[in-house]
């Protein structure tokens, strides 16, 4: 590719001759002025169901860590670096949320400069993400939300990625290792709901009550909110100093009033930070953090399911979206 073909690429800009997002048709090779780069292979969303991304923390602190190391290399100096991507529409909308929110947190762009800058190029329409079911999607959540919620949770300090421990948030997400992740380090907890005992079931990892009690510990976790249908007797959280408190509603739906009110006056009443599981620490639990979210950090209901599915992928389906949204 000719470097005076350069700017025709509509690509778009994020620093003046430093450095471009852009959407190609085939695989171009990097010139004495233009490195090239896609992380489409590199960074891939492990999906439920129909949903696509947006990709994790960890993926979003790989990317930031990455593009770092280029903006500071020697050999590339001088030259402009692209971070390209592809016409396939799911990795392109994960793409644009990475290089987007690398330029909130790092150029400390506008999440609306950030998004300016990617509709900027010929190819403005950016798929959006959807929740983690089967059904037809009926809540669209954009590239500009992922960006609004990850500056958000910025502002909030929820997050620091000076300081960032990937490899604990790659560990721990994982099923055999507890399927946890913090939304609100200090404070919120989301957990896949413990188990009468630990073992392998069907080839999948399940962990009883005690597996858990070592990193709470640790992380000053005294509260535990259960939100399914009891699995386990609540005994073994209470006997071993922990708080416990049972707030069932259905899998799939959305919490009453009075659960969502003793949710939050739980949370507000607790010293320390609350676990909070139902089945599968998704779609219920994701829903009524999302709800202290939006009382005591002012996300907007975009705002919190992106930045909560950041953190934990799946969460918040259904009608759990236009719950938060109303």
């Not at 055999?176 to 907890?189: A, Q, R, S, T, Y």
Request: with cysteine; glycine share 6%.
């Amino acid at each position: 590719m000719a470097e005076k073909d350069f700017d025709l690429l509509g690509a778009s800009g994020f620093i003046r001759d430093r450095l471009y997002f852009a959407t190609l048709r085939s695989k171009p090779k990097s010139t004495a002025n233009t490195h090239y780069f896609c992380t489409d292979d590199e960074f891939v969303y492990e999906n439920f169901y129909a949903d696509f991304g947006p990709l994790h923390l960890a993926a979003l602190y790989r990317y930031c860590c990455k593009l770092n190391k280029k903006l500071k290399s020697f050999t590339l100096t001088r030259k402009r670096i692209v971070h390209y991507t592809t016409f396939d529409q799911r990795r392109r909308a994960n793409a644009a949320v990475l290089i987007g929110c690398y330029s909130v947190i790092y150029l400390k762009k506008t999440p609306e400069e950030a998004f300016r800058s990617l509709t900027s190029g010929t190819n403005a329409f950016y798929l959006p993400f959807r929740d983690a079911s089967l059904v037809s999607c009926t809540y669209n959540l954009s590239v500009l939300d992922c960006l609004q919620g990850v500056c958000k949770a910025l502002q909030h300090n929820f997050f620091d990625f000076e300081t960032f421990d990937v490899d604990e948030y790659e560990h721990y997400e994982r099923v055999e290792n507890g399927d946890f992740n913090w939304i609100v380090p200090g404070k919120f907890l989301a957990f896949s709901g413990p188990h009468l005992k630990t073992k392998v079931e069907n080839g999948y990892p399940l962990h009883a009550p005690e597996a858990y009690f070592p990193y709470f510990r640790k992380h000053n976790v005294t509260t535990v909110v259960r939100l399914n249908k009891k699995v386990y007797d609540a005994k073994r959280f209470t006997d071993a100093g922990f708080q416990h408190h049972d707030l069932f509603f259905v899998d799939g739906s959305t919490p009453s009033d009075a659960i969502m009110q003793r949710f939050l006056h739980v949370c507000e009443s607790t010293q320390g930070a609350v676990a909070v599981h139902c089945k599968a620490g998704l779609g219920r639990t994701g829903t009524l953090i999302g709800c202290y979210l939006m009382k005591h950090y002012r996300f907007t209901a975009p705002e919190a399911i992106a930045w909560i599915r950041i953190c934990r992928p799946g969460s918040v389906i259904g009608p759990q979206q236009h719950f938060l949204e109303e």
